[in-house]
């Protein structure tokens, strides 16, 4: 399993940013992926879901804001991020539900 997020940079508050995940090494068609931030000094903690079928979960502190999206057919999966707060910084990873494998991910640093 390899997987590649990207797409992170350096935003002021408000703007946004559009993370990529690439996927290889499973059948991605048929997997539940997450996306993880790992803010400074914390731990990583899942901000977005999205099943093989496109239901979508947020957590409440970027419901609204963030938008979680896939192309099965690309093994890829996406993720908007409008409005970006200062507490949206950190570290970005994307994650195979019930596969322990993390990829490197992308930093996103919202400044205020």
């Known amino acids: 399993v390899q997987l590649q997020a990207s797409g992170g940079g350096f935003v002021q508050s408000g703007g946004s940013l559009r993370l990529s995940c690439a996927a290889s090494?499973?059948?991605?068609?048929?997997?539940?992926m997450d996306w993880y931030r790992q803010a400074p000094g914390k731990q990583r903690v899942v901000v977005a879901s999205?099943?093989?079928?496109?239901?979508?979960f947020c957590v409440m502190s970027v419901k609204g804001r963030f938008v979680v999206s896939r192309d099965n057919a690309r093994s890829t999966m996406w993720l908007q991020m409008n409005s970006l707060k200062p507490e949206d910084t950190g570290v970005y990873f994307c994650?195979?539900?019930?596969?322990?494998?993390w990829g490197q991910g992308t930093q996103v640093t919202v400044s205020s």
């Open positions: 090494g499973i059948d991605f068609s048929i997997k539940t």
């Open positions: 994650k195979t539900r019930g596969i322990d494998v």
């Open positions: 999205i099943t093989s079928g496109g239901d979508t």
